[in-house]
């Protein structure tokens, strides 16, 4: 149920957008019962201009490799669990397409189960 959006400066190959999105979908499957085929994901692209992050912000140093991964998810998982799910992205991204840990930034949306319509116009998490 996760829905995946990703942020990164444009200028990137296929090949590394593709490995954030696989990396970041196996992530959640190995750490946030994430089950088979639930993958929703998006990429955008920007412009230098149009992609603005601090370079220092919590004494991190982050680089124009940087990437920001919004997760959208029911609110049903635990802080262990958020916080294996924070490390296995970072882990993954770092091995392939190897994208520096300083250059990960994670926020998760927490929504009620209800709020999910995944076709036929039906809320099919609501009790």
Do not use: C
């Amino acid at each position: 149920m996760p829905f995946a959006r990703v942020f990164i400066r444009r200028g990137e190959t296929r090949e590394y957008r593709q490995a954030i999105l696989d990396n970041v979908y196996e992530a959640m499957r190995e750490t946030f019962d994430v089950p088979d085929e639930d993958k929703f994901m998006v990429i955008d692209e920007y412009d230098p201009d149009n992609f603005v992050f601090s370079k220092s912000y919590m004494n991190i140093a982050r680089s124009d490799k940087f990437v920001l991964i919004q997760l959208t998810v029911s609110n049903t998982r635990t802080i262990e669990k958020k916080k294996a799910l924070f490390a296995r992205i970072v882990e993954r991204l770092n091995r392939q397409p190897g994208i520096r840990p300083e250059d990960v930034f994670i926020n998760l949306v927490e929504v009620n189960k209800e709020n999910w319509s995944f076709g036929h116009g039906l809320a099919q998490y609501a009790l």
